[in-house]
Nanobody, 126 residues
Framework: QVQLVESGGGLVQAGGSLRLSCAVS????????MGWFRQAPGKEREFVGG????????LVARSVKGRFTISSDNAKNTVYLQMNSLRPEDTAVYYC???????????????????WGQGTQVTVSS
């Protein structure tokens, strides 16, 4: 079975940076497409960014484009979300997820993800 363990969340001032990590155990990372989602207070969970199963595509949401970057390290079985120029509106619980969908494009739909991490809190102060 697959486990996703997130780390790297915390409190940061606006304009600062954080790197979230999602370590995948039980299976090889390359078997899955990976996604990052977040849920802010009073808002629905939304797609932040992801890596396709093919490994050829990454995608970040329009709201974070130019600030957030998806990357992975297959040797460490870990996917990363690098967050720069953080804003208070980025405050949310961030989740990583894995999908078995073998797609070329990044999967952005939450329902298509099969495994989820526990979430890590990111708080950006003004």
């Amino acid at each position: 079975q697959v486990q996703l363990v997130e780390s790297g969340g915390g409190l940061v001032q606006a304009g600062g940076s954080l790197r979230l990590s999602c370590a995948v155990s039980g299976r090889t990372l390359s078997n899955y497409g990976m996604g990052w989602f977040r849920q802010a207070p009073g808002k629905e969970r939304e797609f932040v960014g992801g890596l396709s199963w093919s490994g050829t595509s990454t995608l970040v949401a329009r709201s974070v484009k130019g600030r957030f970057t998806i990357s992975s390290d297959n040797a460490k079985n870990t996917v990363y979300l690098q967050m720069n120029s953080l804003r208070p509106e980025d405050t949310a619980v961030y989740y990583c997820a894995a999908t078995g969908a073998k797609t070329i494009a990044v999967v952005t739909t939450m329902a298509r993800y099969d495994y989820w991490g526990q979430g890590t809190q990111v708080t950006v102060s003004s």
